[in-house]
């Protein structure tokens, strides 16, 4: 998701759905570290002072260790319902054929329990456009939202990059630190649990509308002019 839709050389088309977006499973991973992000932005200091030892200690910008334990999360959610989190081990490749087996597999299995009739989302990344995964879905998906329907970034159409995870993050790091690896799972799993499926629902309302924003915007980005 390095590319911005300001870059885009073309206006993204319209998502060829007639479904209401409540059928449609929007997906997405994430990665979440032991420390707790930061904003290095917000903790500069601007003064005239020439050398390190004419500040006082409380001044300074804290270091952030260079490498963090960390997690990948991958999850879904609908109006009506959200997948069990699923952590992708430490290690293990993302690609065309780790996540069929690892993640899309066993989620498109929970989808289907919960709601046999449905639309399925994911991004752009090479692992969800790769020809193995679009073949899972075209055998396992009452219909789903092929690659070249969906623009290559698009976190300003995806409920879960526009609201899931930051929710989750404010809670995930909200109160206490995070002691290591099995500590952070146990906190996503919680948060999780804990988000109301009555803001998952308000959040995926708003997605129409973005998608009619992004258009209107020539393929701009949206999210600085959208109300929340």
């Keep these: 998701k390095e590319e911005t839709f300001g870059e885009m050389q073309e206006t993204p088309p319209m998502l060829p759905i007639d479904e209401s977006s409540e059928k449609v499973w929007f997906t997405d991973e994430k990665r979440f570290t032991v420390e707790a992000p930061r904003n290095s ?8 002072a020439q050398k390190k030892r004419d500040f ?17 999360v ?21 690609n065309g054929p780790s996540y069929c087996q690892d993640v899309l597999t066993p989620m498109l299995s929970e989808i289907r329990q919960k709601m046999p009739d449905f639309v399925f989302q994911q991004d752009g990344a090479p692992a969800h456009t790769a020809r193995q995964t679009v073949a899972l879905l075209k055998d396992n ?10 623009p290559p970034c698009s976190p300003d159409l995806n409920p879960i990059d526009y ?9 995930v790091y909200r109160a206490e630190k995070i002691r290591d690896v099995a500590h952070l799972k146990s906190k996503i799993i919680q948060a999780w649990e804990e988000l109301p499926q009555s803001s998952i629902a308000k959040s995926i309302l708003k997605w129409r509308g973005r998608m009619q924003a992004v258009v209107k915007n020539g393929g701009g980005h949206v999210e600085p002019f959208i109300k929340n």
């Excluded at 932005?41 to 005239?48: K, M, S």
């Excluded at 006082?56 to 990948?72: A, I």
């Excluded at 789903?144 to 969906?150: K, Q, T």
């Excluded at 609201?163 to 809670?171: D, G, L, N, T, Y």
């Design 163 to 171: 609201f899931i995870w930051s929710a989750m993050e404010e809670k």
């Design 141 to 150: 998906c009452p219909a789903f939202i092929e690659p070249d329907s969906w």
């Design 41 to 48: 932005q917000n903790d500069r200091v601007h003064a005239a």
């Design 56 to 72: 006082e200690p409380s001044r300074l910008l804290r270091g952030k260790r260079q490498f963090s334990e960390s997690v990948m």
């Design 74 to 94: 991958s999850l879904g959610a609908s109006f009506d319902g959200k997948t069990s989190i699923l952590f992708i081990e430490r290690g293990v490749k993302i």
